[in-house]
């Protein structure tokens, strides 16, 4: 239907235009010497019409042609006539080349645009393939994890050896982790979903998460908040504090400390996640601070870096920023920082706080 009506309106434009166009070139051949204002209206209505409406570039060529033509017969005639002197007919193909230039120019950003279009769709249909074949792989590991976890808790029972106690315990943890990947790549692809922000009260949230976590670890768990209301989506958030403190707990031991802190401000508020882990090699806190998932050192209980990527995804997007400082044998600290009635802003780049 649009094909149709642009159709229609290249019509419209192009008769109104030819009409005038016949309008004024009357004018400046029975007008000799006062031919100059019908001259560049004739010219200027081509060029208003050609960047209103789609020509074919043969269409263009004999549109400039005719015009050339015309309205070069015109001023010739007067000059022969002596009515204008012959310097003047100059113009003809002075306000040619400035239509062809012009014409040039149009062209090639509509080439431009064109590309640039198609280079949007080649990455829109890559994007959407990349989230497709994710979506399917998480989807379809999911079964074999879950058959395989039913079979060697099968086995885990059935067995008296503690070798194979062991060994079944392994599996399961590996059966585990490997769920919680597969659970962290839909939820990153969802992060760049639709979602509402709406005020609640940050104090209960955090509350709230941390006293979920609780009875999951035996770690000295503290909370405290100041932020009160704030722009936030909760469940969001939620994931958000969930992938930093199954951070904190892989890196602590039993009895550790882990902290979380809200702080509230005029114009910001901000969340600390801090503990007294096993901290992070200053090479690893570089490296996650340039927005890259390094390899875990061995005999570390480091994860992919997806969580990180979630934390990262949900703050960049709210216009806030992230800082990771730790300190090996130490502990860890994560601060999330955010505009307090931010709109809606692309992901920002992971960096590390001040020393």
């Not at 120019?105 to 994710?134: G, K, N, T, W």
């Not at 920023?321 to 505009?339: I, N, Q």
């Amino acid at each position: 239907m649009s094909d149709i009506d642009s159709s229609r309106n290249d019509r419209l434009f192009l008769g109104g235009w030819a009409l005038t166009a016949v309008v004024n070139s009357y004018l400046m051949y029975v007008l000799p010497g006062k031919e100059t204002v019908p001259f560049h209206l004739v010219w200027i209505g081509l060029s208003v019409v050609y960047g209103l409406t789609t020509w074919r570039p043969i269409v263009m060529a004999a549109v400039l042609a005719a015009i050339t033509l015309t309205t070069g017969y015109i001023l010739v005639h007067h000059a022969s006539v002596a009515a204008i002197g012959w310097e003047e007919t100059t113009e003809v193909p002075l306000m040619a080349a400035v239509f062809g230039v012009m014409v040039w120019h149009v062209r090639r950003r509509q080439q431009m645009v064109a590309e640039v279009a198609r280079l949007a769709d080649v990455e829109r249909r890559r994007a959407d393939s990349q989230d497709r074949f994710i979506r399917l792989a998480s989807h379809e590991l999911r079964t074999p994890i879950t058959i395989a976890r039913g079979y060697t808790e099968l086995v885990r029972a059935a067995a008296d050896d503690p070798e194979i106690q062991e060994d079944t315990r392994i599996v399961l943890e590996e059966l585990d982790r490997l769920a919680g990947i597969t659970q962290r790549l839909v939820t990153l692809i969802q992060m760049d979903g639709p979602y509402h922000r709406e005020m609640r009260d940050v104090d209960m949230v955090l509350a709230g998460v941390v006293r979920r976590w609780r009875p999951a670890a035996n770690r000295q768990w503290s909370v405290r908040s100041t932020v009160g209301m704030a722009s936030i989506n909760q469940d969001r958030l939620e994931v958000a504090l969930d992938c930093l403190l199954e951070n904190s707990v892989k890196f602590t031991g039993p009895g550790d400390r882990i902290e979380v802190e809200g702080i509230g401000a005029r114009d910001s508020w901000s969340i600390v996640v801090a503990d007294s882990g096993t901290g992070i090699s200053p090479e690893r806190v570089e490296a996650l601070s340039n927005a890259g998932v390094p390899p875990a050192p061995r005999g570390t209980f480091s994860g992919t870096g997806l969580g990180l990527a979630i934390v990262r995804a949900v703050v960049g997007s709210w216009g806030g920023s992230l800082r990771l400082t730790s300190e090996p044998d130490v502990g860890t600290t994560v601060s999330l920082v955010f505009p307090r009635f931010a709109a809606q802003q692309p992901p920002t780049d992971l960096a590390p706080a001040p020393q």
